[in-house]
């Protein structure tokens, strides 16, 4: 590939690679220059914010010219400048670069959406990333790329595709028919508020002809983690940092790193070519087929076409990593990568990909169609991982397994697995054909990555940990008006990154798991099926879905109308609450259910003038299941907007809704019935399924925080939870703690508080005496997280043994660097010795912490660093996490969160929010995940009209830098002010009930 150097405005050329450079001084070049600039000014600067500069260039053959003449030599005659090409000396070429920079997207208009005028079927890609000094902030890369495409309809003039942050060279330029004809050029100009490079041609484009485009370009390789970015870590062997070339493009970022056509329905094939040095490895989606020397220890290597697919999809990595591999049993090759230092800890994910690819290929009856699938450990990742299609990117952490891996860990590795190898179906295979229909992609995937890890691993309870982990947390998400919904019309790629959140992630994979409850899971899978089958390698929608799956259940006689079912639940935001409540009177009784709209609001819920319920428009088609106390039968009915009677017998003492919290529905009930649901979880849980025992706790808790029963219950529930001791309790317990969290984080600094521990001592002490430190290899995946919960609990409210039992082992710990605390417990250990320890012990910590290289255990320290007391310690980590080199950029909101949920360091972290949010912003580089995640966390505590204050003013004043997390904030605000009324109204009442059944000791 040919070195390609660039002027700047100023005609000096550009020297930042540590090449040699020149400075022109004409009159000639100073008149053009100043006539430039006051055409910029006039109106190039309005319309479209283009840089643009000139100059002869050296232009050799990597393979020719550079061998036979020095750069200096070949710079000396390049220093002639010329507005015409042919006057530049030979080995030399005119150049002229226009700048395509990325601005802000909170200032983009709307109507960003690329015309249908062309549509690309192939791109030909060759890029060469430059990142081999010592400086990163000179590595950028450089490459060609051609752009094959059809004229759908009519006749046009003009090509515009997708640039941001580029350098492209617009005198290389070159628009071909498919006869190889040159077609001149009128113009070039770019939109920045659109990112769109526009071609003006002099002559017009036909219908049903192909054409192709070529660019030469350059763009630099920042450590943004987004585009084609830099990664780095340190190698222990040579004491050296290195670096990697690594991709992130989805939603919007294929464009930082090649001149294209970004939006999901633009499918292509694609041929990559990448130019690395000697000793590194190129990988991109599909294998290899050649290796080519060229100068100077380069290497090129061309890679196989790519099945037809969207750009966010495309990756490219050069790194120096090593990989181990198996095959399945259709062959494919499987491969993970990581740096040497770490290669002994992808057995896991290796063997659990293998597993799961397999698993999907029967369960879609859809071979996977790559010939190999590259997972790779990249040590800076802004994501979890990505899908990439035969090249999934993943975090270090969600990867990479070892002897101190706890069980969650392990459990989120093999999750993620999971869920990335489902994209290879839903999202590459068949991909949504806007944004708007994300859910198709996310929602189907975290659905079934937890069936692929139950099928691996069938002991470890996956169906039941999705009810907690995934529906009922983003229930308490989409409580909140400040929700949307599932399917979510988006344009601006601001909409597009903000609906990558657990609305269409989690409600997604919800409403999915109802559906297929209510169809059955042999023509759930069938319609599934059918409608990959359909829409391979092509673009779909939410009603082609529906459409599949209402058409096999036609064929096996059964008429469920899918789409007037669905759309009630992903086009409407929020979710309902059903009320069942009793006919007491007469010989027989009956049972009564309506349903409304929940939200977590009382405010909301409620008309104050007639003090009665709020009947909101929102209606949804809800399968409603039940069964009595009389019967273990499953009964099914089905609700829309009018309520239904169903008669059952006077004897009846309870009756319970939403079995197995099938549906994505809360249910309330009469005073009466939650009364003997209680008694009997008290009298025996067992008669309840252990996911109904998470539900009760569960609904009780977020309908008392509503305001639509007494709070009280919920804590009276939960008491119930001293005599769940069996190896599946850790459900209704996580539940629990999720509601107790909450009562912990408003009564922290009320006088409240100690009866409040009491409480929770008197809850925890049970369960704590019977598991207790005592964690097996042999144990169960349940009993693990139940006896690691059971010790986390016990030290965070401070029982004595606990206590005791942690600094024991942290201080063995801490003089032993070979001591292995057991891995399960290895967090609550460390975080209590940090908590109870002084600043040198601190500092301590934070030097295992920068010299650990487990992924895992340097998490861990990352968190205990976080437990401490002192509140100058925690005020120099926060400094730390976002002025220093010490902690990656993809770790700084870890930290920041770690320090708001530590009770000094709340306000602490706040604090430091709203005074430093530029540098924390920089520091992010503005991902909207990053971003999201920070500010949910540190304002999830905020319970006062003053933090209020703080938050609107916190909005208004950093509005035009919030960008799509805009409405993160406003959700903040609304938490917020749900908080202040929930203490104005159940404050009282919580506190008299804690004072009189837990007298504070």
């Not at 409603?624 to 009915?637: A, F, G, H, I, M």
């Not at 460390?830 to 601190?842: A, D, P, R």
């Amino acid at each position: 590939m040919e070195s390609m150097k660039f002027t700047d405005v100023d005609d000096t050329v550009v020297t930042r690679r540590n090449e040699p450079g020149i400075r022109i001084r004409t009159l000639t070049a100073f008149f053009f220059l100043l006539l430039a600039a006051l055409l910029a000014v006039g109106v190039g600067i309005i319309v479209h914010f283009t840089t643009s500069s000139s100059g002869c260039q050296v232009n050799w053959p990597t393979t020719a010219l550079s061998d036979l003449f020095s750069d200096e030599y070949m710079l000396q005659k390049c220093s002639v400048i010329s507005k015409e090409r042919k006057k530049c000396p030979k080995g030399c070429e005119y150049i002229e670069k226009i700048e395509t920079p990325v601005k802000d997207i909170f200032d983009r208009p709307n109507d960003v959406r690329l015309p249908n005028e062309t549509v690309p079927y192939h791109y030909k890609i060759k890029l060469q990333p430059h990142f081999y000094n010592e400086n990163p902030k000179d590595f950028f890369f450089e490459g060609t790329s051609k752009m094959f495409f059809t004229i759908f309809e009519n006749t046009t003039k003009q090509i515009i595709i997708h640039s941001a942050g580029l350098r492209i060279d617009k005198t290389y330029t070159k628009v071909q028919d498919d006869k190889g004809r040159d077609i001149k050029i009128a113009d070039q100009v770019y939109d920045v508020e659109r990112q769109w490079w526009r071609i003006e041609l002099k002559s017009e484009m036909h219908p049903n002809n192909n054409y192709s485009i070529e660019h030469k370009f350059e763009g630099d390789l920042t450590d943004g983690l987004a585009g084609f970015y830099r990664s780095k870590y340190f190698d222990k062997k040579t004491q050296m940092t290195r670096y990697l070339a690594t991709t992130q493009f989805q939603p919007t970022d294929a464009r930082r790193a090649f001149p294209c056509q970004d939006e999901p329905a633009k499918k292509a094939t694609f041929n990559i070519t990448l130019i690395k040095k000697k000793g590194y490895t190129a990988l991109s989606n599909t294998e290899s087929y050649y290796e080519r020397k060229l100068h100077d220890d380069w290497i090129e290597v061309g890679f196989k076409e790519t099945p037809k697919m969207s750009t966010y999809l495309l990756a490219f990595i050069v790194c120096d990593f090593i990989n181990k591999s198996q095959k399945t049993k259709n062959g494919v090759e499987i491969r993970v990568w990581a740096r040497r230092d770490a290669i002994d800890k992808v057995d896991f994910s290796l063997d659990a990909g293998r597993k799961i690819l397999e698993h999907f290929e029967d369960y879609f009856q859809i071979p996977f169609p790559l010939n190999k699938l590259d997972m790779i450990a990249v040590p800076d990742f802004s994501a979890g991982a990505m899908e990439n299609w035969g090249l999934v990117t993943y975090r270090e952490t969600t990867l990479l397994v070892d002897e101190r891996s706890a069980t969650s860990n392990k459990q989120r590795v093999a999750v993620i697995v999971s869920h990335e190898l489902a994209h290879q179906w839903f999202g590459n295979l068949v991909t949504p054909a806007w944004w708007d229909d994300l859910w198709l992609n996310e929602g189907f995937a975290s659905y079934v990555e937890y069936l692929g890890v139950d099928k691996i691993f069938p002991d470890w309870g996956m169906k039941g940990l999705f009810i907690i982990e995934d529906l009922q947390d983003v229930m308490r998400f989409d409580g909140f008006k400040n929700s949307h919904s599932i399917y979510h019309y988006v344009i601006h790629p601001r909409d597009i990154s903000e609906i990558f959140d657990r609305i269409s992630y989690a409600k997604g994979a919800s409403v999915i798991r109802m559906m297929k409850d209510f169809i059955g899971e042999d023509l759930f899978l069938k319609g599934l099926t059918k409608y990959l089958k359909t829409y391979q390698y092509s673009v779909a929608n939410h009603n082609n879905l529906w459409d599949a799956l209402t058409n096999v259940c036609k064929e096996e006689g059964k008429y469920i109308d899918v789409a007037k079912i669905m759309n009630s639940w992903v086009r409407q935001t929020g979710y309902p609450v059903v009320k069942l409540w009793r006919d007491y009177l007469g010989s027989k009784t009956k049972l009564y259910s309506d349903q409304i709209r929940f939200l977590n609001e009382k405010n909301h819920l409620y008309d104050p003038e007639h003090n009665k319920v709020q009947k909101l428009q929102n209606s949804w088609y809800i399968p409603l299941t039940y069964r009595l106390d009389t019967s273990p039968k499953t009964e099914r009915v089905w609700m829309n907007n009018e309520n239904i009677t169903i008669p059952i017998d006077r004897n009846v003492q309870w009756y319970l809704g939403n079995l197995n919290q099938s549906g994505f529905y809360r249910v309330n009930y009469d005073e009466a019935n939650w009364n003997a649901l209680i008694d009997q979880l008290i009298k025996d849980h067992t008669v309840f399924d252990v996911i109904n025992r998470a539900q009760i706790i569960d609904d009780t808790f977020w309908l008392g925080r509503s305001g639509l029963i007494d709070q009280r219950l919920s804590l009276t529930a939960i008491e119930y939870l001293k005599r769940e001791l069996g190896d599946m309790g850790y459900l209704p317990w996580k539940s629990a703690v999720r509601a107790l969290n909450f009562f912990d984080r408003m009564l922290k600094k009320m006088p409240i508080y100690g009866n409040f521990l009491t409480y929770m001592r008197n809850l925890i002490t049970p369960v704590y005496d019977k598991f207790g430190w005592n964690i097996s290899k042999t144990d169960k995946h349940l009993v693990k997280y139940m006896k690691s919960t059971a010790v986390e609990v016990a030290c965070t409210v401070e029982h004595q043994d606990c206590i005791k039992k942690a600094r024991e082992e942290f201080e063995k710990w801490l003089i032993d660097d070979n001591y292995k605390i057991e891995a399960d417990l290895t967090s609550v250990t460390l975080c209590v010795g940090i908590k109870f320890s002084n600043g040198s012990t601190w500092e301590r910590v934070f030097g295992r912490f920068m010299n650990e290289t487990s992924p895992t255990m340097k998490s861990k320290l990352m968190h205990s660093l976080s437990c401490s007391r002192e509140p100058w310690i925690l005020i120099k980590y926060l400094l730390g996490a976002i002025g220093s080199e010490l902690i990656r950029n993809q770790d700084a909101v870890m930290v920041i969160h770690y320090i708001s949920k530590n009770p000094i360091g709340g306000d602490l972290a706040w604090n430091f929010i709203t005074q430093n949010w530029d540098d924390i912003n920089k520091k992010l580089g503005g991902t909207l995940l990053s971003t999201n995640n920070l500010i949910n966390s540190v304002t999830a505590a905020l319970n006062t009209r003053v933090a209020y204050k703080q938050l609107e003013n916190f909005a208004k004043t950093h509005k035009e830098k919030l960008g799509a997390a805009v409405r993160i904030v406003e959700y903040a605000k609304e938490r917020t002010k749900a908080q202040i009324e929930w203490i104005d109204k159940n404050y009282d009442q919580v506190a008299a009930w804690l004072r009189d059944r837990y007298p504070f000791a």
